[in-house]
């Protein structure tokens, strides 16, 4: 269920995204990302000078995930505007109230599947 609930952040941020609705993205930021960013112009500002192919993605598909130390490590395999493929994963924390948000995002060229 837990899996689940996170692929559903993920694909709901990304979703918010692509809506051009900036708030309803900065939503699913978990506290510690709000702190680092604390305005929704500093936020976006970051997602969209580091982060374009989550911000903008042609496509994406989820991959492996996995939980360690009451977090969850989702991979996202996404391709850009470009044709580029990425490797995406997102780290996701479970917060007091029992929402899931996105702690971190580690972004790489994907280099294929994986053992």
């Known amino acids: 269920a837990d899996r689940q609930a996170t692929r559903n952040v993920i694909e709901s941020q990304i979703g918010a995204f692509k809506a051009g609705d900036h708030d309803r993205a900065y939503s699913y930021a978990a506290p510690g990302i709000r702190q680092a ?3 929704l112009d500093r936020f ?3 997602v969209t000078s580091g982060y374009r192919p989550v911000y903008d993605p042609e496509s994406y598909v989820f991959g ?3 939980e360690e130390s009451g977090q969850i490590h989702q ?3 996404v391709t850009d505007r470009d044709g ?6 997102y780290t996701l ?3 007091a109230d029992g929402a899931w948000k996105i702690t971190g995002v580690k972004l790489n060229p994907f280099k294929g599947a994986s053992a």
């Open 37 to 39: 960013f604390p305005t």
């Open 44 to 46: 976006i500002g970051m």
């Open 64 to 66: 492996r995930s996995v």
């Open 75 to 77: 991979e996202v395999i």
């Open 84 to 89: 580029k493929t990425w490797q995406a994963v």
């Open 93 to 95: 924390q479970k917060q």
